[in-house]
């Protein structure tokens, strides 16, 4: 089983930063793709940033310029460097992990979530 630890989230006001890490641990073959989801109460899950282990990135344009997604593929863990905080920032956040557990058998896996909660 892969299981994701996720830690970082948190109450920080609006302009402030958070940093967000995730790291994938378990049976696997290798990692193919990280990311961050978010859901904020009444909306549906959207795509925050996501990062191959290639490098390629992709963004939601509400967080271009603001947030920041690396990867460390030896450690098996990404992170998201939030910047420029906004109250309609808040949600939860969630961890995605897509990856091979073997050859031949694809896995993907998400974390419980972490709270972010940006204050006015």
Not at 42 to 66: C, F, H, M, N, P
């Amino acid at each position: 089983q892969v299981q994701l630890v996720e830690s970082g989230g948190g109450l920080v006001q609006a302009g402030g930063s958070l940093n967000l890490s995730c790291a994938a641990s378990g049976s696997f073959f290798r990692i193919n793709s990280m990311g961050w989801y978010r859901q904020a109460p009444g909306k549906q899950r959207e795509l925050v940033a996501t990062i191959t282990t290639g490098g390629t990135t992709k963004y939601a344009d509400s967080v271009k310029g603001r947030f920041t997604i690396s990867r460390d593929n030896a450690k098996n863990t990404v992170h998201l460097q939030m910047n420029s905080l906004k109250p309609e920032d808040t949600a939860v956040y969630i961890c995605n992990v897509n990856g091979e557990i073997r050859s031949y058998v694809a896995f993907t896996s998400w974390g419980q979530g972490t709270q972010v909660t940006v204050s006015s």
